[in-house]
């Protein structure tokens, strides 16, 4: 089995997909602080239930999701959609942007990225191990 058909893997890539597509969003947010009528975007939260497996009692690979906050294990990818934000102040020139605000949502998505690139390449080094490498 190669390391691109292991579930978990292919989870956590899905993830860090996600986390990089949302800090575009971001960028553009807070590219647009200054233009008038720009309302922010953010990405609609990951479809964990869309990603559920094949496994009874669980997700693929064997894996049970306990929590509605688990990520299921599955291999495809999912197209991200975004959605309009309620900011929590409108300028006089019609502007939603806050950059503080945007600023909390990008280092909470690089900490949740960097997260998810840990557990994927201490996931490679124990199946290194594991193969005696």
């Known amino acids: 089995m190669a390391f691109g058909n292991i579930p978990v893997l292919n989870m956590l890539k899905m993830k ?48 049970t999701v306990t929590h509605a906050n688990h990520l299921s294990a599955s291999g495809s990818p999912a197209k991200f959609s975004t959605k309009k934000t309620a900011g929590w102040e409108i300028t006089p020139s019609g502007n939603a942007v806050v950059l503080e605000e945007q600023m909390m949502k990008v280092t909470e998505n690089q900490m949740d990225y960097e997260a998810a690139t840990t557990l994927y390449a201490r996931s490679l080094s124990i199946l290194r191990t594991a193969l005696g490498n």
Request: aromatic share 4%; glycine share 14%; net charge positive.
């Open 16 to 63: 860090m997909n996600w986390h990089q597509e949302r800090q575009k969003v971001l960028a553009e947010n807070v590219a647009n602080a200054n233009t008038p009528r720009f309302r922010p975007k953010d990405l609609e939260k990951m479809d964990t239930g869309a990603m559920g497996g094949s496994a009874p009692g669980g997700a693929a690979g064997g894996l």
